[in-house]
C-alpha cells in the first residue's frame, strides 16, 4: 500500500490557495489566520510590503498526493502550520529537510501546541540552535451567549473622528511608544466597517475589530480598553455585543488570547466562549 509524503514549495499564491484551502477549511476556527492571509494575497489589494504574496513562504506536505499540511511564513514573520488531526509529527523531518533544502531561514513557528512544540524540536536540533517560547496561547469560539452577560450595550461604528485618538489606542494595544503618523491603516477600518466602539456616557472607552469573516466563521481582535477605563466592564460588554452581531449574521465568533493574560481568558469565558484548542509561538535563537 503507498503512502509516499512528499513537500511541495511554491511562487504562486494560486497554486498554493488551491492545494490547501481545503484542508484549512476543515476547521476554519483554528485556520482564521491563515485564511485571512491567504484571502488577502488573494484579493490584489495593495501588494506591497508583507502583503506582497510573492515574497511570502508558502509550502505543504502531501501523503499519496492528498495535502496534510500547510504552512505559511510572512516577510519578518514566524512560520503558521497547520496539519490534518492525523498527522504524524516525524513526518516533520521531511518538511524541515525540504525548507533546508531551499535555504529557508524560519526565524520562529506559530501552531497548534504539540505541531509547533515537534517542529521545534525538529527544527532547532536539525540546526543546531536553540529555541524558546514566546507565547502560549488560546483558540476560542461561541455558539451561545452566557444569559449572565449584556450582550446589547450601544457599540457603534468607527468614524473619521475618532482618528483623534485612535492612533494612540493602537500603539498601547500593540505595546508600542510609536504613535502612528500614517493613518491609512486606521482610515481603512472605518472605510470597511469593521472596528467598533463602545461608549460610555458619549465618550469612547473601548474599541474591538471583526478581523476576519470566513464562510462560517468571523474572527474578533483588537479588543483594546484604555487603563483609565478598565475594571469597570468595559472589555466585557464590547466584546459580548460585537459577538452577538456576528451571531446575528450568521457567523461563529471566534477569537485568539495569550494564556499569560488572565483577566481576558476570563472575560472570554464569562461571556460563553469555549476552548478549541491551545497555542504556541517559539522563536528560534541564533
Known sequence: MSNRVSFELYSNIMTFHN????????????????????????????????????????????????????????????????????????????????????????????????????????????????????????????????????????????QSEDLAFLPFWWSCFFDSLHVADDLSAFEKLIRTKTLYILEDGGIPVSMARIDQKLERVCGLGMIYTPPYFRSRGFATKISASLSTLCLERGYIPALTTDLANLVSNKIYQKIGYKEVCDTLEVDFIR
Open 19 to 158: 492545494d490547501v484551502y481545503e484542508l484549512l477549511l476543515e476547521n476554519e476556527t483554528k485556520n482564521l489566520v491563515l485564511l485571512g492571509d491567504l484571502s488577502m494575497g488573494l484579493s490584489e489589494e495593495n501588494p506591497t510590503g508583507w502583503r506582497d504574496p510573492s515574497k511570502w513562504v508558502m509550502a505543504s506536505m502531501k501523503r499519496d498526493g492528498h495535502t496534510v499540511l500547510a504552512a505559511l511564513m510572512l516577510p519578518e514573520d514566524k512560520l503558521q502550520i497547520y496539519a490534518e488531526e492525523n498527522f504524524e509529527c516525524k513526518d516533520l523531518a521531511l518538511f524541515v529537510a525540504g525548507l533546508e533544502d531551499a535555504n529557508i531561514s524560519v526565524p520562529g513557528v506559530n501552531a497548534e501546541y504539540a505541531l509547533a512544540e515537534a517542529f521545534a524540536q525538529i527544527y532547532s536540533s536539525s540546526n543546531n540552535i536553540k529555541y524558546s517560547i514566546a507565547k502560549k496561547g488560546r483558540i476560542y469560539s461561541l455558539e451561545h451567549i452566557s444569559k449572565e452577560v449584556c450582550s446589547k450595550s450601544q457599540i457603534r461604528l468607527a
